[in-house]
């Protein structure tokens, strides 16, 4: 699978509901979220605008140029909404059989909703199609939203990198999600 695969709709409730059962797969829904690969470097500015307000050291868009130069290395999924406004996005490396996330973040007035999960479940997917046999990050040691949210995707501490972050500087805590195969039960 390339960074050309088509959109994913996420319906993000019956996603979370477990109990989606035959009769929710029956019922036709509207999607909640739209997950796309960036296509363009114009589209640049909407990653900038959401890392911008997300991160205290973001990323920067000569990083953004660089990084989508390396088609065979460097992946990026936007979340749209209906009116396909940009919303949240996830940038992923695929290093032989190991996916990297470098970044996943949503626009503050849509979390809570579904976003990061619905991106998370297709970086991981498409990770599957790429050969990727297992996923790694790294996220703030204070950051419980995103630690619960990894949590529930299966991924689980395998160290710590002290004083990796500045602005302040805090230790990273290195997840691991060790089988992508494997279904992951969300809970
Ligand atoms: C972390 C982040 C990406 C989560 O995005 P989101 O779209 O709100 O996440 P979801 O709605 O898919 O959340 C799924 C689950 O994760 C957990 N979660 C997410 N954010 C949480 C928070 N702030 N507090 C507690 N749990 C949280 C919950 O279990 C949530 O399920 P629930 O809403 O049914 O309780 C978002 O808060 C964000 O952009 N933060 C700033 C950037 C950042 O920290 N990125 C992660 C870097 S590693």
Redesign the pocket.
């Known amino acids: 699978m390339s960074r050309r695969t088509a959109a994913t709709h996420v319906n993000?409730s019956a996603f979370?509901d477990e109990a989606s059962s035959s009769s929710a797969r029956e019922t036709p829904v509207m999607p909640d979220w739209i997950i796309e690969p960036l296509t363009s470097p114009d589209e640049i500015d909407a990653i900038l605008a959401i890392e911008e307000a997300?991160?205290t050291n973001p990323w920067t868009r000569q990083m953004y140029l660089a990084e989508i130069q390396k088609t065979d290395v460097s992946f990026f999924l936007l979340a749209r909404d209906a009116s396909r406004r940009a919303v949240?996005f996830c940038s992923f490396w695929r290093v032989l059989d190991e996916l990297h996330?470098n970044?996943?973040?949503?626009r503050s007035e849509?979390?809570?909703?579904?976003?990061?999960?619905?991106l998370?479940a297709r970086v991981l997917a498409d990770g599957v199609g790429l050969g990727a046999k297992s996923a790694t990050?790294?996220?703030?040691r204070s950051?419980?939203?995103?630690l619960?949210?990894y949590e529930?995707f299966g991924f689980s501490v395998a160290g710590v990198r002290r004083g990796y972050y500045t602005k302040p500087v805090e230790d990273a805590l290195v997840l691991r999600l060790a089988d992508l195969e494997t279904p992951v039960a969300l809970c």
Do not use: K
Request: proline share 0%; net charge positive.
């Open positions: 993000t979370r997300s991160f949240g996330i970044n996943l973040a949503v849509h979390r809570r909703q579904g976003v990061a999960s619905a998370l990050l790294e996220v703030r950051n419980e939203g995103a619960r949210l529930r």
